[in-house]
């Protein structure tokens, strides 16, 4: 048997670590923030203070607390860092500058990927919590060049969406939330019907990605497509089978 040290840890054996905005709202199977969604150990840590509207705002004296938080999580043992917000892309230069492991803080990371399967002229849709919050500059962190063709839409517009996630009303319809991220994936997808592939930025989207691929016909990524590939590159297992 191999023998086995101490370390600062609580409990051992997450595959990832989660950093989590201070936010008051349900998580439903499927969302970043529900353990149910992985088929495997996560760790979740709320950083103090980090509402979405200090992100939104790119608020520079968050960084020492995210860093903070992201150090914990290593001490803890694990494998890699993600987010539970897709504008925490605004803090990934910093967190993988600070921890050993990998960091991988936004679902927007997956866009440049997504772009090269398809023809350049075939635009990556992506649907966001808030239009006006993802600027150039907020897709440049992520590596999107200008280049790169991306059609944004965004949920604000949509009254339960609007209420019950950026305003944090404290309940949720998923029903009313299916059928407004439905709505607005069609709408995207009959401005631009050589749409190659749909991107889901906000971590509460995921429940919804297979009703929105379903919609639409067309490959759906999101928060929890990248974990899990993430996963798969640590954990990969030996084949067996027949020749």
Known sequence: MPKYRVRDADSY?????????????????????????????????????????RVLAADKSAEADIIEAAQELERFGVRGISSDCGFLIQYQRAVANSVKVPVFMSSLLQIP????????????????????????????????????????HGMEGHEHFRWSILEEGGELDSDRIEEEIILEAKAMVDQHPDMGAILLECSLMPPYAASV?????????????MINYFHEGTHRRAYQGYY
């Open 113 to 152: 990927f997504l772009s090269m399967m398809f023809d350049p002229s075939r635009p990556i849709g992506c649907i966001t919590a808030t239009r006006r919050s993802l600027g150039n500059q907020v897709l440049e962190m992520a590596g999107i060049r200008s280049d790169i063709n991306v059609v944004v």
């Open 13 to 53: 054996g997450h595959a990832v670590g989660i950093l989590m905005l201070d936010y008051r709202g349900p998580f439903i199977p499927g969302d970043v923030g529900n353990a149910t969604t992985y088929a495997y150990p996560v760790l979740f840590k709320v950083v103090k203070g980090l509402t979405f509207d």
């Open 213 to 225: 691929q379903k919609a639409t016909g067309l490959p759906v990524f999101d928060f929890v497509t």
